[in-house]
Structures are given as C-alpha cells and as structure tokens.
C-alpha cells in the first residue's frame, strides 16, 4: 500500500522531509526509468548531507522510515551507505568503493589492534588482488588494524575516510593512520578486527573477483582463508583467529557482526576447556533474552556441569529484523551442540539489560534464574582481559 506523503505536523526538518519524500519515490516506484529518477535525486540529497556532516538529518529520517515504511527505509538506507563508502564523488569516469577486510579473533591476552608494518601491507596488497579483487583495480589500504571501538563513527565520518582513503587509491599507494587520536580499545576474550581500504575502477568495471566469471565468493573466500590468512597471523600474535570474505565496507562489517556470534561460542567454550580442564561434555550453557523494550540480545552463561556458579558468559545480539524466534535459538543450540555442550537450559522469561556497576560488563542467566556476574575461579581470572565477550 502507497505511503501518504507526510505533512511538517511532526515536526520533521525540511531536509529529513525531502529525504522521506524521495525514499517513499524509490520504493513505490515501478520501473528501472523511474528508479533511475529517484535514484538521481536521492543521491544529490544524500550527498548534500554527508558533504555537510549533518548525521542528524540522516538519522532522523531513518528513524521515522524505520516504523513507517521498511521498504523505504531500505532504499534511504541503502542509498546513505552507498554514497558513504563511495567517496561521495563517483563521476563518469570511475567508482569508488571503500573495503572492509575483517577477521575474528580470540585469545587469552590482549587481542592487537596496531599499526602495520610496509612488509605486511605489502603482502596483503598482493593476496588481495590476487584473490579478492578483479584485474587491474587500484587499491589503497590503511596501515592500521582497527578494533570496533576504532572504526569510524556514523555515515558522516565514513564518508570521510573513504574519501580520504579513496585519494591514496588514485595513486595505487596506501594511507598512513594518526593514531594519537584513536579511541581506547575494549578488550574482550573474542573480537573482530578490521583492516579498511579503497578501491578505484573504471565505471562499470568489476571490483571483485566474483563479478569475474572464473570466480565465486565461495572460492574467493577459500583462497582468502589460506593466502590472506598467512598475511594477517603475524599481525595477531598469540590470537587464534578466522576471517571474514573482504567486501563493501557495510556489507563486510554485517557479515562480520553476524559470523562473531557463533565464533565467540566456539572461542567460549575451547577457553574454558582449557582454561577450567574442562571438556566442552562437561560444560552447561543458560540462554535467556534480554530486553529493554523488545528483545535486544541472548545471552549464554557457561557453569561447569551439575554446578550453578557461572564462570562465563557470550553475548549474542539481535541484528537487523531478527527477533526473539524459535530460529534464532534454533541457531545457537545448533552451535553450542557443535561445539560439544550437550546440557543447554533455555530460560524462557526475560531479563532486563543489565550490566555490572564496577566494571561495565554483561549480567548472565544463572540456572536459578538469576542474572549474575560471570567469575572465573580466582587463578585463572587473573590472566584474562577485564571484560569477556
């Protein structure tokens, strides 16, 4: 059904309401002629915003459309990402794209994030193009390995760096990262880091190897793992880790969040198996959703099989349009038996979001029922990060 178009009783800025006006035009439009209208006029707005950093306006219209329309919302949203990752600034001539190239790791000590080192980008740059990226694109890394906390903040920001990232490309040369200004770094026992990028190609020209017609993202992803991966371990010292398929950086960064709620399980359970002695057969997980107004996350706590102390706990947020379904906790009980927990308890009443008031950290579900402080035993709590995850 057609979407009235919204009068300014709401009180929205005249640009969120141009924003509105144009997004609800691309999605009730019903040809490529008319898409190509909106398309054009949509971008020139979203442009607009993004030159002048004004995240407000951006976020304002996504949040309306978010309960108004989802099919709009998609298009707003798809629109604002695409104009950020691409540099603003895509012309006749070429495409800009920003990358994300994330890998998952976990560990007992701090999980890295650092400067690299002109011998690893260079190695990296190599395995890139030849597994990832289609024939003559033009790339641009940063030498710097990001944690989440790192990353830039908001659509305004990463439009930004892609800009600047965007020009090292022209020159197929890599760009050097500030550090002095980074945020700290949470540490967890399992994160994701990012490695950022930017390609340059002829309009219309593949970026990937999979828009080849010799390649599938299966197989990129497959020869990623086992060259890219021998790149990226010595920048991951004392870390086990996986990666990720390199992408759009959006695209990428989804993936990634999505691929590290089953990895921190995994990352979960071989710490305590080898951290408590303890066998993944002698563990037990509690899964319980957490709320505010609606369901936010799951979230598991580990105790030793038979006892009530929880020793441990993984976050598992809801992403996107997920919700509190039998699928998604379909999901989990299929990772943790995978993993080798037999013994899984699901609470079926809702915890508030609660968090530790000394240290931050996530209460999880007890098998009384309790939300509580994940302790490990004394001995082992003093080799590990504040925070587990």
């Known amino acids: 059904m057609k ?16 924003l509105l006006w144009l997004a609800n035009g691309l999605a009730d439009s019903s040809s490529r002629a008319e898409d190509h209208f909106w398309d054009l006029r949509l971008a020139a ?7 002048a950093e004004d995240e407000d306006t951006l976020t304002t219209a996504l949040d309306h459309l978010s309960t108004a329309s989802v099919h709009a919302y998609d ?22 794209l920003l990358i994300a190239v994330p890998v998952m790791a976990w560990s007992r000590y701090r999980i890295p994030a650092s400067p690299i080192t002109a011998a690893v980008m260079a190695n990296l740059r190599v395995q890139l193009k030849a597994h990832v990226l ?8 940063a030498d710097f390995l990001f944690s989440p906390d790192q990353l830039p903040q908001g ?7 892609a800009t600047h990232i965007g020009r090292a490309a022209e020159n197929d040369s890599d760009l050097h ?20 990028g930017a390609v340059i190609v002829p309009k219309g020209a593949p970026i990937f190897r999979w828009q080849e017609e010799d390649c599938t993202r299966d197989q990129a992803l ?20 996986d990666v990720v398929l390199p992408d759009a950086y959006f695209a990428a960064s989804r993936e990634a969040d999505k691929m590290s709620r089953p990895y921190s399980i995994q990352a979960s359970v071989a710490f305590l198996s080898t951290t408590l002695d303890a066998p993944a057969a002698n563990l037990r997980a509690v899964v319980a959703p957490f709320f505010e107004r609606q369901v936010e996350e799951f979230r598991i706590g580990f105790t030793l099989r038979g006892q009530n102390d929880v020793v441990h706990g993984v976050v598992w947020p809801l992403l996107g349009a997920e919700d509190e379904s039998v699928e998604t906790l379909g999901q989990i009980e299929t990772t943790l038996r995978a993993c080798g927990i037999s013994d899984i308890l699901v609470l079926d009443n809702e915890f508030p979001m609660e968090y530790c008031d000394d240290c931050g950290a996530p209460m999880y579900p007890s ?10 035993p004394e001995e082992q709590a003093e080799q590990m990060p504040k925070h587990l995850h």
């Open 3 to 18: 979407r009235n178009r919204l009068g300014r009783r709401g009180g929205l800025p005249r640009d969120a309401e141009q």
């Open 177 to 196: 990262i500030k550090t002095d200004n980074l945020p700290e770094t949470a540490q967890f026992l399992s994160d994701n880091r990012y490695l950022l």
């Open 134 to 141: 289609a024939n003559g694109v033009k790339l641009a890394l």
């Open 222 to 241: 497959e020869q990623w793992r086992a060259q890219g991966g021998a790149c990226i371990a010595p920048l991951l010292t004392g870390c086990a880790f």
């Open 155 to 161: 659509y305004c920001a990463t439009a930004d760096l």
């Open 367 to 376: 098998p009384e029922g309790e939300a509580v402080h994940a302790e490990l």
């Open 75 to 96: 298009e707003l949203a798809d629109m604002i990402e695409s104009r950020a990752e691409g540099a603003l600034k895509s012309n006749d001539q070429q495409d800009v």
């Open 45 to 51: 707005a979203v442009d607009n915003l993004l030159s």
